[in-house]
Nanobody
Framework: QVQLVESGGGLVQPGGSLRLSCTASGSIFSINHMMGWYRQALGKERELVAGITTIGSTTYADSVNGRFTISRDNAKNTVTLQMNSLKPEDTAVYYC????????????WGQGTQVTVSS
C-alpha cells in the first residue's frame, strides 16, 4: 500500500506562484514508477499536469509547459510542483499520483488540494 500526502494549494492572484508537494510512503516496491500531478477543473475531465519518473524524465501538459516545473527527491520520495505565472484557467483540484510503469501499472492517489487563481 502506497500513501500520498499532499501540501500546498490555496488562493492566489493571476501571475502569482504556488508550490505543491507530495510525499509517498508505505510499501513502495517498484523501482520504475512515475509520480506527478493531475488536475480536474469544473466541467472538465481529470488531466495530467506534470509527471516525473524515477530516473528524472519529465512530461508536461501543453497548457503549463514553460510555467510549471516538476522535480523529485528520490531519497525522500517527494515530488514538488512549482507553479509560476498562474492563470485563472489553472483553477482546479490538484491530485498527486503514483503509477507503476511496469507490470499491471497500479496507481495511487492523494486526497486532492484546491488551487484557485482569481483577482
Amino acid at each position: 500500500q502506497v500513501q500520498l500526502v499532499e501540501s500546498g494549494g490555496g488562493l492566489v492572484q493571476p501571475g502569482g506562484s504556488l508550490r505543491l508537494s507530495c510525499t509517498a510512503s508505505g510499501s513502495i516496491f517498484s523501482i520504475n514508477h512515475m509520480m506527478g500531478w493531475y488536475r480536474q477543473a469544473l466541467g472538465k475531465e481529470r488531466e495530467l499536469v506534470a509527471g516525473i519518473t524515477t530516473i528524472g524524465s519529465t512530461t508536461y501538459a501543453d497548457s503549463v509547459n514553460g510555467r510549471f516545473t516538476i522535480s523529485r527527491d528520490n531519497a525522500k520520495n517527494t515530488v514538488t510542483l512549482q507553479m509560476n505565472s498562474l492563470k485563472p484557467e489553472d483553477t482546479a483540484v490538484y491530485y498527486c499520483n503514483y503509477r507503476e510503469l511496469s507490470g499491471v501499472q497500479l496507481q495511487y492517489w492523494g486526497q486532492g488540494t484546491q488551487v484557485t487563481v482569481s483577482s
